[in-house]
RNA sequence: GCCCCCGUAGCUCAGCCGGACAGAGCAUCUGCCUUCUAAGCAGAAUGUCGCAGGUUCGAGCCCUGCCGGGGGUACCA
């Protein structure tokens, strides 16, 4: 069960009047109460029915029972009972005025939680293979793993970020034959992935008919297993222009890794790993190859080496793992990878237990959906594939003519259409829950109204406007009781919620729940912007607002920030 | 065959632990820019929550069966 850990002043309060009064614990009040759907209804909600098996009366009876037992204090304004609800309503004075100032206050640091502190989490996302091209389809292993980074990170954790890369593996063998064959030197200077991908397309074209390249494409991965040099040299220099590639893409979406450790990295534990498993009885070979064998726990066995002696990536997964609980002591070891390896990890996962580690259970696997295309899936094999450059590029372009359009004397252009090309792609990838499969279309990736990443940083633009205009420092001691119309309210209370959305996204491994609470709060506030003045006449009315905006647009910058995305200060 | 995920408005998706009348955005239609950025706001319209049973005071949510889509199921990753 998941329970809030961190409560505002009203829900504390809520939590012991009921606890003292219904002899209920107050962790299962807490997880009970809920939000009423509506705000006439109040701030919280705490339903009855709960208490009405114990008490075997009606919960509407219960209700209002306790709303006439109940007296409001402190921080609650009113207690009353609609149906089985009990509902709270908080004082609007203090609410403003905790929220604002906290926020003010702390700034980015509003939410920031120590939960964390002394507790490594090792996050393994993005992890291309190299030598192909970065197509869309990598885009929210590489997002989602770095939303989770910035999230984690905000609660006190230290994250350690790897870019396993795929790096090893047959279709090494695969290439180096194809550009022995086929290769075209001068072509492999000039555009190196363009080059690398024709092979790797010609290659499985070629093979459907010759059944003797895929034998040559074994041969050569043995080499490459063996250290050969020639082979080697190939690899080495397909890896390095690979990289550069890459290189340039996350950049552009402003993500770093702490470790590069790919595939190829654990090419010496491998051995190590093996013997491992051997002495502890846990192998055995079945059809040539060797295994672990997983059918009393209801799996398939699990491959460690194939007939002809080559790993296979559940063994380098392995020893992956033991690598990093070695090597970091995490607290948990995170996989960001797409839910068609659920078996696959569930099987490592598996071997790493019978080892005897007792952290295997601290390995999870962060199963993400697809992105598929209306004409069927992505396949690189096949070559039809889209490249996420020209889809970041596409957008940024789209963005540059309407700024032209809209703002034709915005400085420095190109940055912000930097800024908001990228951040609409980014939050159009994280505009759905992680494990649904995203079907790809340019219209809506590069679409910039409604729910969108621009309208974020629009409505955070609009607020540094508004505080530019203001000219001034922030009022010193504004009151904040002021802050008591319904719309205002709307937006206090949705601030209010910004710690437990963020602990939410942490616990469910979900930046989705933090996109949707930051479109409802931009949405809140651009219903206030548009009906209320900020920069008003009433001095001390405008002193509040401002404060209210300041606060606003602090949350909105920061939760942009974890999602990585850019907040210009005007578009 | 077996296992897993998904099925909610024309489209894309929310719906927290079973709880108040099933909600947003897009698209469509109607208003609002001489006042803080209209990439915005206000409003209208749109539903057999895949189908059939069951559990429950109460089911979009839990259970069973079926239908449809996707994925996995020993030498790709």
């Not at 609800?85 to 906290?102: G, K, M, Q, R, W």
């Not at 034709?408 to 980014?426: H, S």
């Not at 974020?456 to 633009?461: E, G, P, S, V």
């Not at 904040?480 to 602990?503: D, N, T, Y």
């Amino acid at each position: 069960m998941w329970i809030e850990p961190r409560m505002s002043s009203f829900k504390k309060e809520v939590v012991s009047l009921l606890s003292e009064t219904t002899e209920v614990p107050p962790e299962e009040i807490a997880s009970r109460l809920e939000y009423p759907p509506d705000g006439s209804f109040g701030d919280l909600a705490f339903p009855c029915h709960l208490l009405s098996k114990r008490l075997k009366k009606p919960p509407q009876a219960i209700a209002s029972e306790l709303a006439e037992r109940l007296s409001p204090r402190a921080s609650i304004d009113r207690i009353a009972a609609t149906g089985p609800y009990l509902n709270f309503f908080a004082d609007p004075a203090i609410l403003a005025t905790e929220v604002v100032s906290s926020i003010i206050s702390q700034r980015e640091d509003f939410g920031f939680s120590d939960e964390g502190r002394g507790k490594t989490i090792v996050i393994d996302f993005s992890s291309p293979n190299i030598a192909k091209p970065f197509g869309v389809g990598h885009l929210r292993t590489t997002v989602l793993g770095n939303g989770l980074y910035h999230i984690f990170s905000k609660l006190g954790y230290k994250l350690v970020r790897v870019n396993h890369l795929g790096d090893w593996g047959t279709q090494f063998g695969k290439l180096i034959t194809a550009f022995k064959l086929w290769g075209d030197e001068a072509r492999l200077e000039k555009d190196p992935i363009g080059e690398l991908f024709d092979l790797y397309v010609e290659f499985h074209r070629r093979a459907e008919t010759d059944s003797s390249l895929e034998e040559k494409a074994r041969e050569e991965f043995r080499k490459l297993e063996k250290g050969e040099t020639e082979t080697s040299e190939f690899w080495r220099r397909f890896k390095d222009l690979s990289l550069q590639d890459f290189d340039r893409i996350y950049r552009l979406l402003g993500i770093e890794f702490d470790s590069y450790a790919g595939e190829s990295f654990y090419n010496p534990y491998i051995e190590k790993t093996i013997e491992a498993l051997k002495s502890a009885g846990l192998t055995r070979v079945s059809e040539d190859a060797l295994i672990v064998d997983l059918e009393k726990y209801g799996m398939p066995p699990c491959l460690l080496k194939k007939r002809d002696e080559a790993t296979l990536y559940a063994t380098r997964d392995i020893a992956a793992a033991i690598y990093r609980y070695e090597t970091y002591k995490f607290h948990k070891n995170l996989y960001v990878v797409g839910s068609a390896q659920r078996l696959h990890f569930q099987q490592v996962f598996k071997v790493l237990e019978l080892m005897g580690y007792p952290w295997s259970k601290d390995c999870h696997h962060i199963e993400l959906g697809w992105i598929k295309f209306e004409k069927g899936a992505m396949s690189t094999r096949k070559g039809n594939i889209v490249f996420l450059e020209d889809v970041l590029s596409k957008s940024v372009e789209l963005v540059k003519s309407i700024i032209e359009e809209k703002n034709p004397t915005l400085e420095d252009q190109d940055r912000v259409a930097r800024q908001v090309g990228v951040g609409a792609v980014v939050f159009w990838d994280l505009s759905a829950r992680r494990n649904k499969d995203i079907n790809f279309s340019w219209e809506e990736a590069l679409n910039f109204e409604g729910q969108t990443g621009p309208y974020l940083q629009y409505t955070h633009a609009r607020l540094a406007s508004v505080m530019r205009r203001y000219g001034e420092p922030l009022p010193p001691h504004p009151d904040l009781s002021l802050l008591s119309g319904a719309q205002e309210q709307k937006v206090i209370k949705l601030l209010s919620r910004f710690p437990e959305h963020l602990q939410r996204a942490a616990f469910d491994y979900e930046p989705y729940h933090l996109v949707s609470y930051l479109l409802e709060l931009a949405s809140a506030f651009n219903s206030f912007y548009q009906s209320q003045r900020i920069l008003c006449e009433d001095l001390n009315l405008r002193s509040a607002r401002v404060s209210l905006a300041e606060a606003t647009r602090t949350v909105l910058k920061e939760g942009l920030r974890l999602l990585g995305m850019e907040s210009p200060e005007s578009m």
